[in-house]
């Protein structure tokens, strides 16, 4: 659990929405006159960001996964080294797109790394700095590879968006089943509807949870 403050985090396939929630859920906490910073994952500091070009331009790729994973996880522990930490510590909300689940459902997903392996980088990693709590932005695969698709137009699909249909399908199957193992922390919504009907959801349930609305 964070200390002060509140880490939110927005987890799901490519094109699920999770980078419009993250901007929506920030700019309307900002309104109430409330901390909050909008982050994303890989990346978030200038170091971060740098190992997220390895990461998506497929350059990490050959590495080998594990290495991969711990390039992932370099550049986590300096963001929440330098960012996301101490944002909680003065109080603010940390609203981040894409986190630790990505890198398990990710991993998972391609079938090439050890749970074992995986819990032992997120321990080392995230120590005690896991999300209040997670939205799973949840779509049928090829909805969401379509929407990625016409959000990137003429540009190249990144490593991960290239991967095979089943891949995706299986990335999907991970996130419900970590959202199924922690559901104190993790809320499925259905990405299917409007942006603004799942804005409204989701700020329903950070109203209730972290500023003592009524139910
Ligand atoms: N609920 C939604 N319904 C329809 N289109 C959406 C919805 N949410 C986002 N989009 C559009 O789909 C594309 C992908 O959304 P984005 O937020 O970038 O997804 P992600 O960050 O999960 O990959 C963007 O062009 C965005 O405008
Ligand atoms: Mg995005």
Not at 28 to 43: C, H, K, V, Y
Not at 123 to 128: I, K, M, Q, S, T
Request: contains cysteine.
């Amino acid at each position: 659990m964070s200390e002060a403050g509140r880490f939110i985090t927005f987890e799901g396939g490519e094109g699920a929405g999770k980078s419009t929630q993250v901007t929506r859920l920030a700019d309307r906490l900002r309104s109430l006159g409330l901390e909050a910073i909008a982050t994303r994952e890989p990346g978030g500091t200038p170091n971060a960001e740098a190992l997220r070009g390895l990461l998506l331009n497929g350059f990490a790729e050959p590495l080998a996964p594990a290495s991969e994973a711990m390039i992932f996880s370099a550049a986590r522990i300096d963001h929440l080294e330098k960012l996301v930490r101490p944002a909680l510590a003065r109080g603010a909300f940390v609203v981040c797109d894409r986190f630790a689940d990505s890198t398990r459902a990710y991993q998972g997903a391609l079938g090439h790394i050890s749970g074992d392996f995986i819990d032992t980088l997120e321990r080392l990693a995230v120590g005690e700095t896991m999300p209040d709590l997670t939205f799973m932005l949840d779509l049928p695969a090829e909805d969401g590879l379509s929407r990625a698709n016409l959000r990137r137009g003429a540009n190249r699909a990144d490593r991960f968006e290239s991967e095979a249909i089943g891949f995706h399908r299986g990335l999907r199957d991970s996130f419900l089943k970590i959202a199924a193992a922690q559901p104190q922390r993790c809320v499925v919504m259905d990405g299917a509807r409007t942006v603004d009907e799942i804005a409204d959801d989701v700020w329903r349930l950070v109203e209730r949870r972290f500023l003592g609305a009524a139910a």
